[in-house]
Every structure is written in structure tokens, then in C-alpha cells.
């Protein structure tokens, strides 16, 4: 059994999550916390409290030998009305497949709606019909529409954190004052939003498999909620949050019953489109369908190639089924890289091609009783490399997909 460690970071002071490209000069800041700064800061923290860690203590199960996976924590407060509220349902990664207007890009009431592509899309090829949608208020453009989103109650919210840049006066190292023309920014995550001063609010969880290990962490975390810095310029009073750490037994989400509205949903768009006449190819017959969403950035690599796309032969081995009439239809993807900065060695950590969270890649099967508990595994544990470092986690049938351009939301 896997137990979930859910943390509410606050922050109390800016926020400096630099995530600097390779060759670059400018330090952009990231628009969430990286489960590795989580991981890094805990790490740091239990080091200054306790000796030497050695093999077999809870450091190194948490760490080293059976590592804990600090997932990345997104930001929970949005706009609800004309306040910044801290939002109460889960925060997902909107798939690479949604669109908005490219006029009045966002969630309604108060811009054009979000809807997503991925069905239309795939009926469309298989009808041999062009698909290029349009705005469904206005008739206008449509364009990729990225970011973080949460649904309460039926109504979807858009949470983020704004950004500021700060300015610094260099020091001269010899005489410990300030530096003449020496001047430097960061940008920062704000610790407040909205004008009635919410405070920055981030959603995170760690997955640990023993239940006695995630007890000690959790009282560990909540003993020490106001010691822990994330990100850089901490000697510059940067970094400064509160954790509270909440101990649960993960709950199975249900994916069966998410990849059965899936297909439930793709059949029903599937008979509409029959007004184009036969499909070129009969694709559901003796076919279950189903969704990866990469929910978090995803280092991938195949026969020790890096590549952006999870094939068939990758899933089969990630989920350990023995599946020949598994097939990959479609993958929408994009990439970047990654770098960063090992506190423990003092040294910078590898370039890493990543997968962009986000993507989503559309399989197949005529197995699907196989599948289901592989799927539910590959949701806890995740996919690829670095996974206790955030990296890989995923989401089957993403809800979104099942929001079409007539009900945009």
C-alpha cells in the first residue's frame, strides 16, 4: 500500500524557483514548486537536526535505497469572482489538446471557454475530414490554452501565481559592502495574490510505501512547518513558506470507471461524425481507449536514445503487460530542458531533455481487464527517470477530454 503525505506549502516571503535554460543569461522563474526543491529542502533539514545518516536509518529509505516520490506542488489559489481564493478540488495540468480563443483565452464567465480537441480531432482523421474548430461565441481563432486547472462544483478555475522581479545591489566580497554598478534581478513567485492579499498557496503530496516511515515524516514536517526554505536567495530572505503535512491512505482513483466514460463518450462523437459519411478505418471495433496525461515534466528515453514519445514497446515495459494489440493512434507533445543544482555534491545536475507536462498520447488495446491495475500502478509510481524527484507523473483519461467545443467551459 502506498501512503500519501498531502502539503500545503504557504509562502510567507517571494519565492525564487530559478529555472535558468542552458546557455542562457536571464533566470526565469518556474510557475510552481518542483517536487526536487521539496525533496532537497526536506533532505537539508533533517541533515542540520540529526548525525551522519547511515544505510538502513530512515534517511536512506526515504532517500536513497527505497526513495519517497515528492511530486511537484501546483499553485491552489485562482480568481473566484473578484478575490483570490485558495480552490478546494484537486489542481490538474490541462492537456496539450485544449484550445481557447485567441482574442478572450480562458475559462467562462468572463472570457470565451476552454474546450478540448483530442476526440473531434481523432474522429476527423479517421472520417478523412479536415477539423479546424473555432471559437464556439464568437467564431473567432482558437489556440492552444495551457496552464493549471481545477474543477469545483462544475465550475472550472484557472490557478496561478504572478511573478515580480526583484533588484539587488552586488556585495564586494573583500570589503562586505555594496559593489559600485553592480546591479542584478530575480524574478520571484509573489507570496500574495489578488487585492484582499491571499497568500500564495501551493498543493503538493509524497508517496511513501512504509506506513511507519510516512508517520515519522509527517510529524517530522508538522514539528518543523515554519523551518524550511525553497528555492535560492534564502540568505536574502527569500524562500520562506509553512508546510502542514496530512497523512492519508491513498484512495484508488477510479480509473476504470474514467476509462469507461472515455470510451463511452468517443463512441457517441464517433457515431455524430457519421453525418461525413464511412470512416476510412472501423478503429472502436474490439478496441478499449485510453489516455496518458503527462501531469508533471517527464524524462524519457529509449534503447538509451532521449525521445518526447512514449511508444509501445516503452508502456509495455513501464507497466509490465504483455499486451501485442497495444497501439499508439496519436501523441501531441512539445519539449525543453531541464537542469539544476545538487545541494549534496555542490554540483550542477545533468541537462536533461524533458517531455513538457501536458502531453497526451492516445492508446489502444483489446485487452483491457490487463491494463487497469498496470494503470493504476503507473499512476502512483509514475514513468521515466528522476520520478522521486516529481519527474513522470501521469493521469489516465484526463476529464478534460471530455469537454467538447459545444460546452466549453
Not at 470565451?112 to 473567432?140: M, Q, S, W
Not at 493549471?148 to 556585495?171: A, E, K, M, N
Not at 559593489?179 to 500574495?192: D, G, R, T
Amino acid at each position: 500500500m502506498t501512503y500519501q503525505i498531502q502539503l500545503k506549502i504557504e509562502a510567507l516571503s517571494p519565492l525564487s524557483i530559478g529555472r535558468q535554460k542552458p546557455g542562457g543569461s536571464v533566470s526565469e522563474a518556474e510557475t510552481y514548486i518542483p517536487g526536487s526543491v521539496i525533496r532537497g529542502a526536506i533532505a537539508s533539514q533533517i541533515l542540520q537536526q540529526y548525525s551522519q545518516p547511515e544505510p538502513g536509518d530512515n534517511f536512506h529509505s526515504l532517500f536513497i535505497s527505497d526513495p519517497a516520490i515528492f511530486q511537484n506542488a501546483y499553485p491552489a489559489v485562482a480568481k473566484v469572482g473578484d478575490k483570490a481564493e485558495v480552490v478546494s478540488g484537486e489542481v490538474l495540468v490541462l492537456p496539450a489538446t485544449a484550445v481557447s480563443s485567441k482574442t478572450k483565452s480562458g475559462f467562462k464567465p468572463k472570457n470565451h471557454g476552454v474546450f478540448d480537441t483530442l476526440i473531434d480531432r481523432f474522429c476527423a482523421e479517421a472520417y478523412n475530414h479536415p477539423y479546424d474548430p473555432n471559437c464556439p461565441k464568437d467564431g473567432g481563432r482558437v489556440e492552444p490554452f495551457g496552464g493549471f486547472y481545477s474543477c469545483v462544483d462544475g465550475s472550472y478555475y484557472q490557478p496561478s501565481i504572478s511573478t515580480r522581479l526583484l533588484t539587488r545591489v552586488g556585495i564586494n566580497r573583500r570589503r562586505a559592502t555594496s559593489e559600485e554598478q553592480v546591479l542584478y534581478s530575480i524574478e520571484v513567485l509573489n507570496e500574495s495574490e489578488g487585492k484582499n492579499q491571499q497568500p500564495a498557496t501551493y498543493s503538493g503530496t509524497i508517496l511513501v510505501e512504509d506506513e511507519k516511515l510516512a508517520n515519522a515524516l509527517t510529524t517530522f514536517i508538522n514539528n518543523n512547518s515554519l523551518a524550511f526554505r525553497l528555492g535560492g536567495s534564502a540568505s536574502r530572505g527569500l524562500g520562506k513558506v509553512e508546510i502542514t503535512a496530512n497523512l492519508n491512505t491513498e484512495k484508488a482513483s477510479a480509473i476504470a470507471s474514467r476509462i469507461q466514460n472515455f470510451n463511452e463518450e468517443l463512441e457517441n462523437r464517433w457515431k455524430k461524425w457519421q453525418i461525413f459519411g464511412e470512416p476510412t478505418q472501423h478503429l472502436l471495433h474490439n478496441r478499449t481507449y485510453f489516455t496518458l496525461d503527462l501531469q508533471a515534466d517527464t524524462i524519457l528515453k529509449e534503447n538509451w536514445q532521449r525521445t518526447t514519445v512514449i511508444s509501445e514497446d516503452m508502456l509495455r515495459q513501464f507497466a509490465s503487460v504483455d499486451d501485442a494489440s497495444l497501439k499508439l493512434h496519436v501523441a501531441y507533445t512539445s519539449y525543453d530542458y531541464r537542469s539544476g543544482w545538487n545541494a549534496a555534491w555542490g554540483l550542477m545536475k545533468d541537462v536533461e531533455l524533458v517531455t513538457n507536462k501536458g502531453a497526451v498520447y492516445l492508446f489502444s488495446t483489446s485487452q483491457p481487464t490487463a491494463w487497469t491495475p498496470a494503470l493504476q500502478k503507473l499512476e502512483t509510481c509514475g514513468v521515466g527517470e528522476r520520478k522521486s524527484e516529481g519527474f513522470g507523473q501521469i493521469q489516465v483519461c484526463n476529464q478534460f477530454h471530455l469537454v467538447f467545443r459545444e460546452e466549453a467551459k
